[in-house]
């Protein structure tokens, strides 16, 4: 079951299974109190998340992973975002009432793209987690079993009409096309 809270600037979405849940983006540093009455309001508390992971590690993505790791939820990196966990430290540092604490990405688990469906096997869920990287290095797209694509910053596939040669972006449409999904979700905008 795939939840969407809305409570900034960025689609943030918990994915929940039968053995725990993953909590897919946050938005920008300073935004917990909006993202506890997010949750609130759909029934989801803090503990019921098992893990965070960022579609990728742009500022509007990741800005709470650190908040929420010291509350308790697990942070899982793929193996292609190790080298960019902290990409935006020097974003938040320029603003000090935000009290953005670096990500310690010792205490994160690194999963493989290889093993991503049996990571979230593990938690009840059926899909697995691709590399998507013509938005950045860096991102990643969570397919799942049931019908939904979070593609986090990827541009939209109608965009390919305009980008003929963007090879990257042909090639992460036909990957997620290949798991032939019902429904998209985008960070900034609705589904499609």
Same mark, same amino acid.
């Given at each position: ?16 299974? &039968? ?9 920008? !540093? ?15 508390? =803090? !503990? ?18 650190? &908040? ?45 793209? &290889? ?30 079993? &049931?019908?939904? !694509?979070? =593609? ?34 985008? !960070? ?5």
């Amino acid at each position: 079951m795939v939840t969407h809270l809305r409570y900034g600037n960025t689609n943030t979405f918990v994915v929940s299974g &039968e053995h725990g849940s993953l909590l897919v983006d946050t938005d920008y !540093a300073g935004s917990l109190q909006q993202f506890y009455k997010a949750a609130k309001e759909c029934g989801i508390k =803090v !503990a019921d998340i098992t893990y965070v992971m960022a579609t990728h590690y742009h500022p509007d993505h990741m800005g709470l992973i650190s &908040e929420l790791m010291s509350l308790g939820v697990k942070l899982v990196l793929m193996e292609s975002q190790v080298d960019t966990v902290h990409f935006a430290d020097h974003i938040f540092a320029r603003d000090a009432r935000l009290h953005y604490e670096p990500i310690d990405e010792s205490k994160a688990r690194v999963v493989t793209f &290889e093993d991503s469906r049996k990571f979230l096997d593990d938690l009840g869920i059926a899909g697995e987690i691709i590399s998507t990287p013509s938005h950045s290095a860096d991102s990643v797209s969570v397919m799942l079993d &049931e019908g939904v !694509a979070i =593609v986090g910053d990827l541009e939209p596939y109608e965009y390919l009409a305009g980008y003929e040669d963007n090879e990257m972006l042909k090639a992460d449409w036909d990957k997620i096309r290949s798991f032939d999904p019902e429904t998209v979700w985008y !960070a900034h905008a609705s589904r499609r």
